[in-house]
T-cell receptor, first 112, second 114 residues
Framework: DAKTTQPTSMDCAEGRAANLPCNHSTISGNEYVYWYRQIHSQGPQYIIHGLKNNETNEMASLIITEDRKSSTLILPHATLRDTAVYYCIVRATTSGTYKYIFGTGTRLKVLA | DAGVIQSPRHEVTEMGQEVTLRCKPISGHDYLFWYRQTMMRGLELLIYFNNNVPIDDSGMPEDRFSAKMPNASFSTLKIQPSEPRDSAVYFC????????????FGPGTRLLVL
């Protein structure tokens, strides 16, 4: 599975959009991009995933570049409750293993 | 659905004692994962099962760690004997086969070995 690179930390003002980047320059054609977040002392929580096209759900939007070497998770209106560590993971769904490798993630702090 | 259930939520024990962590996956999920999280090493996959069979245990740190899944609704992670360096938060997660691989995590067990 491809490795990912994320900034260590970011700040965002409450009510503003939080844009979290992820670099996955070695991604393969059959690898999806997944985003999870972990609020302090809780288990990681699934946010969104995508392959090629941009995706949106009730929590966030995922923008994947055309060459698929990077992506951005967008929280459109960040709240204090969005303060968490955000993990970007790539994984081949055809591998049959469903195995994730978590990196260090981005620690997002939403400021009042 | 109750989600993934883990017990106990907190465990404090003394070095040398046996520790057993328990997990009940979401009903119908075919994959079960055990992770360990520490400040130093982050979130690490220890072992995972498919249909109750261990598939990959390459993350299990040493022979003191063992995991079993006697049926589709129950798994245990055992540490014997425990050491202070085993102190961590242990998470269990599950996912259904044939899906997109979204893993659903339990609340974790916070283990402190004195």
């Amino acid at each position: 599975d491809a490795k990912t690179t994320q900034p260590t930390s970011m700040d965002c003002a409450e009510g503003r959009a939080a844009n979290l980047p992820c670099n996955h320059s070695t991604i393969s054609g059959n690898e999806y991009v997944y985003w999870y977040r972990q609020i302090h002392s809780q288990g990681p929580q699934y946010i969104i995933h995508g392959l090629k096209n941009n995706e949106t759900n009730e929590m966030a939007s995922l923008i994947i570049t055309e060459d698929r070497k990077s992506s951005t998770l967008i929280l459109p209106h960040a709240t204090l409750r969005d303060t968490a560590v955000y993990y970007c993971i790539v994984r081949a769904t055809t591998s049959g293993t469903y195995k994730y490798i978590f990196g260090t993630g981005t620690r997002l702090k939403v400021l009042a | 659905d109750a989600g993934v259930i883990q017990s106990p939520r907190h465990e404090v024990t003394e070095m040398g004692q046996e520790v057993t962590l328990r997990c009940k996956p979401i009903s119908g999920h075919d994959y079960l994962f055990w992770y360990r999280q520490t400040m130093m090493r982050g979130l690490e996959l220890l072992i995972y099962f498919n249909n109750n069979v261990p598939i990959d245990d390459s993350g299990m740190p040493e022979d003191r760690f063992s995991a079993k899944m006697p049926n589709a609704s129950f798994s245990t992670l055992k540490i014997q004997p425990s050491e202070p360096r085993d102190s961590a938060v242990y998470f269990c997660a599950s996912t259904p086969q044939g899906g997109v691989g979204t893993q659903y995590f339990g609340p974790g067990t916070r283990l402190l070995v004195l």
